[in-house]
């Protein structure tokens, strides 16, 4: 089993910064990827930014990329998702995800929401 505990999230005026931080625990030897999906009332959950455990590439959704930064820490067990210049539409709540033997552990999700 894995487990991810997530912070950091909050309210924030647009054009602000916050930082999200999820840390992975249980049997995460075989992690191979770690990241954050978002997702709004009504809407699918799209991938955010994810970083490949070992090489450290990173990937990002377009609608972020130049604003938000992945990064990991703590041996990389732990991710953090810097995020700045938010605007109204970054508001969702966020989910810290793991890859782990081909499976998918998902955090409980933090709420950010950015106000106008």
């Known amino acids: 089993q894995v487990q991810l505990v997530e912070s950091g999230g909050g309210l924030v005026q647009a054009g602000g910064s916050l930082r999200l931080s999820c840390a992975a625990s249980g049997s995460i030897v075989s992690m191979t990827a770690m990241g954050w999906y978002r997702q709004s009332p009504g809407k699918q959950r799209d991938l955010v930014a994810r970083i490949t455990q070992g090489t450290g590439h990173t990937n990002y959704a377009d609608s972020v990329k130049g604003r938000f930064t992945i990064s990991s820490a703590n041996a990389k067990n732990t991710v953090n998702l810097q995020m700045d210049s938010l605007t109204p539409e970054d508001s969702a709540v966020y989910y810290c995800?793991?890859?782990?033997?081909?499976?998918?552990?998902w955090g409980q999700g933090t709420q950010v929401t950015v106000s106008s």
């Open positions: 995800f793991a890859n782990v033997w081909g499976r998918q552990y």
